[in-house]
């Protein structure tokens, strides 16, 4: 079976409907990354002017080996324990992936942080954050976070934002400062896609993969530190 080729228009009208249909479909594509730069205008800040708040949450970011947090994690964590350090935080709920016995970004983070200067009664984990919407919807709903610190990589912080904020959580971000080399540009294309999917979750809010019962330990870390 030979390949077929597509063969454009011929006529002037032609070609100008099929610009116009390629303008559409660009302007339509971009249209949830100008939804996150405007809906998160004034809601990213540096670890130095961040407002103090009760309560960070880190995203997961995948692991090297079985418990060692990627490079990428380890900065988010890096910057979690740094403001835990200077108390502009006081409890960090970390979120990430444990769908299976052999990956557990949860308790990686949990270690890292401990390692870090971060006590463990100040460390809360969210064994089902599966995707950045799951991780909000689960922040407000199971662990009754209301307002919150997001830590993440500058690509991923208006998204994060974005999607706490259409959860319910009053949310400020830091964007974590790394080089840019292939992962980060990678993370940026990515971004553009996934706009388009958190445009989606703020305006239909999905039910999380995994939601179950309340659980009180974000308000016994805050507790445990008074």
């Known amino acids: 079976m030979g390949i077929r080729r597509v063969r ?3 006529t002037r009208a032609g070609q ?4 116009r ?3 559409a479909v660009c302007v339509l594509a971009l249209l949830p990354m100008t939804w996150l730069y405007v809906s998160t205008a004034d809601r990213l800040r540096t670890t130095a002017d961040v407002p103090r708040t009760k309560v960070a949450v880190v995203f ?3 692991l090297w080996a079985r418990d060692k947090p990627s490079p990428y994690l380890a900065r988010r964590l890096a910057t979690a324990a740094e403001l835990y350090r200077a108390g502009r935080i006081e409890v960090v709920l970390v979120t990430g992936d444990n769908s299976r016995e052999d990956y557990d970004e949860p308790s990686a983070m949990r270690a890292y942080l401990a390692r870090h200067g971060v006590p463990d009664t100040r460390i809360v984990s969210d064994y089902a954050g599966f995707d950045t919407w799951d991780s909000c919807v689960r922040a407000k709903k199971i662990f009754g976070v209301d307002r919150a ?3 993440s990589q500058a690509f991923h912080i208006r998204r994060a934002v974005a999607l706490c904020e259409a959860a319910g959580v009053d949310s400020y971000g830091v964007g974590v400062v790394d080089k ?3 992962t980060w540009y990678y993370g940026g294309t990515r971004e553009v896609f996934a706009a388009g999917k958190a445009a989606l979750d703020a305006v239909f809010r999905p039910a999380p993969r995994f939601l179950g019962p309340k659980e009180p330990g974000v308000a016994r870390a805050l507790a445990a530190g008074r």
Request: no cysteine; glycine share 10%; proline share 5%.
């Open 180 to 182: 840019h080399d292939v």
């Open 8 to 10: 454009l228009p011929r």
């Open 60 to 62: 997961g970011a995948g």
């Open 21 to 23: 249909a390629v303008m």
């Open 16 to 19: 100008r409907r099929l610009v």
């Open 149 to 151: 610190v997001l830590i």
